[in-house]
C-alpha cells in the first residue's frame, strides 16, 4: 500500500482543513489532530508507528496531512518511509538536546 498521494503539498494551504471540517465537523476535527498530535509525541526515540494498523482507512488522508504539520512544528523529528505508512521518531527535538543557562549575562549577547 502506498498512502503518499496524501502527504501535505504545503503548509500555507489550509483547505484540506476547511474540508475536513466541513465534513466531520469543528469540533471532532480539533480533537482528532490532538489524538494524532498525543499519539505522535508519545512515540519513544526510535519507535514507529505503522498507519495502517493505527488508523481507519477513511482517515488515512487526514491522519497524515496532519502528521506533516505535527512534523513541521517539532523540527522534523520524525519521518514518515517511503509509501507514508510507518512514521518513526528519529531524534529528539532540539530544545531537549540543547540546554541553555537559565540566564544569559548581557556582555554575552555582543
Known amino acids: 500500500m502506498n498512502l503518499s498521494h496524501h502527504r501535505l503539498h504545503s503548509l500555507s494551504d489550509p483547505t484540506w482543513i476547511d474540508d475536513a471540517i ?26 514507529r508507528l505503522h498507519i495502517e494498523k493505527w488508523v481507519k482507512p477513511e482517515r488515512y488522508y487526514l ?3 496532519i502528521s506533516c504539520c505535527f512534523f513541521s512544528e517539532t523540527e522534523c523529528c520524525y519521518e514518515f ?6 512514521i518513526t521518531h528519529k531524534f529528539e527535538r532540539y530544545e531537549t538536546l540543547v540546554h541553555f543557562p537559565k540566564k544569559i549575562p548581557v556582555q554575552a549577547l555582543s
Not at 469543528?26 to 494524532?36: A, G, I, M, R, S
Not at 518511509?81 to 510507518?86: K, M, P, R, S
Request: glycine share 6%; net charge negative; proline share 0%.
Open 63 to 65: 491522519f497524515i496531512k
Open 22 to 47: 466541513n465534513e466531520m465537523g469543528e469540533e471532532k476535527f480539533w480533537n482528532y489532530k490532538l489524538q494524532v498530535y498525543k499519539a505522535l509525541d508519545e512515540l519513544k526515540l526510535g519507535e
Open 81 to 86: 518511509n517511503t509509501d507514508y505508512t510507518i
